[in-house]
């Protein structure tokens, strides 16, 4: 058997079982080739308890130009610069968000693309406006048992649809103040809503999802089944060819707009689904979140049903947003930590992590900017967090909310009515002055 000895000497030199060349011309030729490697002849290449090398004594210049083959791997390079931004951990603005329902299942918070917020609490839905920090409320339902369960704005911010415990799916004219349309038919209240352009898609608490074409009488033009339980979570693909949905059963579906069969139906959550997001960067790349007995978040390719990585978070997830500005997304929190993350993707190392309130978070929206994050608890506090601040020039909505004092206030507008119960009506349009639990408006409204 051969022994340690003579295997490091084969290993030394690449003639293998041959003996070392003795004539001039195969040694300088031996030589050339090491100093062209780098490898000093005189020392071992391989070795047990071999120290570590050292340049000294060494053909310096061979050195760098064995390590200088590669540009991308001297100090220079800009592929290894490490650019760390700032990201701040305390919110820019808190207001008060009396009357929001604690119930994860439901979708009560949107942002416009015209910079309004709606949010629903309890039997109204309120418009903020960003740009001049002014508040209304749009409608109320008066219904004993009835009350908002989700909103949702069209992609041109001039209508909002508004999901009501009684089933009912309306779209409102935010501008004039008027309901457009009603689409009566879901035997329960209807939690999500997603738009793709004409046609609402609307969630329902029996599992069905209903699609709505809003420019047609019979509006109904298709039924999605697959669902065994709720529905909480809905989103469109940006290019409107496939709806994603997830459920209180556990359940992901990724259905072709032109079926009414799921195209993949993924089982890997083990509590409910209601963080639904798509990749604005990568169309098919889509991103689910599961509830307190899952905390973890799946990222699926949509084009082939795979699943590419999976993220294990410490808490419930209550909601994905990516950044337009960065390779990120945000990810919320319930129980027990209540807090944002912002991870990198698709390396998904966090870039920071904030306790953002006193309980579970149970809705997030993206203003058109792309910069600040909404969040709105069930501590009934609504925060603002600049988390994906542009790093290049500001652009036209940015210029706006930093007109307005990135938020503002909301504007010194005193709103007083009578009580939401007193609304004989059942369904208002512009009702300036509801209470909400014996609260008016104007404490909604107020500025911490």
């Not at 340690?4 to 290993?11: E, N, P, R, S």
């Not at 080739?33 to 120290?51: K, N, P, Q, V, W």
């Not at 707009?257 to 798509?278: G, I, L, M, Q």
């Not at 059942?426 to 300036?432: E, F, K, N, Q, T």
């Amino acid at each position: 058997m051969m022994n340690v000895q003579a295997k490091l000497d084969l290993a030394r030199h690449p003639s293998i079982g041959t003996p070392e060349p003795t004539d001039e011309a195969s040694i300088a030729y031996s030589h050339q080739i090491a100093e062209a490697c780098g490898i000093d002849l005189d020392s071992r290449m391989l070795a047990f308890t071999a120290e570590p090398p050292s340049l000294e004594g060494r053909d310096s210049s061979a050195m760098r130009k064995l390590y200088s083959r590669y540009p991308s791997f001297t100090r220079s390079s800009s592929n290894l610069t490490l650019k760390r931004r700032t990201i701040l951990t305390s919110p820019e603005k808190v207001l008060d968000a009396p009357g929001l329902k604690d119930d994860y299942y439901l979708n009560l918070m949107d942002w416009s693309c015209s910079n309004m917020i709606a949010i629903g609490l309890d039997k109204s839905v309120f418009l903020w406006d960003a740009e001049t920090g002014n508040a209304e409320c749009l409608m109320s339902v008066t219904g004993n048992t009835d009350a908002i369960a989700s909103v949702s704005w069209a992609y041109d911010g001039h209508y909002l649809a508004v999901g009501t415990f009684d089933g009912d799916t309306q779209i409102w004219d935010v501008e004039a103040k008027t309901k457009v349309r009603s689409m009566t038919g879901h035997i329960a209240r209807v939690g999500v809503l997603a738009w793709d352009k004409h046609i609402l898609s609307s969630g329902c608490r029996d599992g069905s999802i209903w699609n709505h074409d809003v420019r047609v009488q019979n509006h109904k033009i298709a039924e999605l089944l697959n669902h065994t339980n709720e529905v909480c979570g809905m989103a469109w693909r940006s290019d409107g060819q496939q709806l994603a949905s997830g459920g209180n059963d556990n359940v992901v579906n990724i259905w072709d707009a032109r079926s009414t069969e799921p195209k993949y139906t993924k089982t890997n959550h083990s509590a409910a689904v209601k963080a639904v997001a798509w990749c604005p960067w990568q169309a098919s790349l889509l991103a689910t979140g599961g509830g307190t007995q899952d905390k973890q978040i799946h990222f699926w390719n949509s084009t082939t049903g795979a699943r590419i990585h999976t993220l294990n978070t410490p808490s419930q997830v209550t909601s994905i947003v990516f950044s337009t500005e960065y390779r990120e997304f945000m990810s919320s929190h319930g129980h027990p930590d209540n807090n944002i993350t912002v991870y990198g993707y698709p390396s998904l190392t966090k870039v920071a992590n904030i306790i953002a309130h006193d309980s579970r978070i149970l809705h997030t929206a993206l203003s058109p900017d792309g910069q600040t994050v909404a969040t709105v608890s069930s501590d009934e506090n609504l925060k603002f967090w600049k988390l994906f601040e542009k790093s290049k020039k500001e652009g036209k909505v940015a210029r706006r909310l930093a007109k307005s004092g990135s938020f503002g206030g909301f504007g010194g507008r005193g709103f007083h009515g009578q009580d939401d119960d007193d609304d004989s009506s059942g369904i208002s349009g512009g009702v300036h002055g509801a209470t909400i639990r014996g609260k008016t408006i104007s404490s909604m409204t107020s500025i911490r």
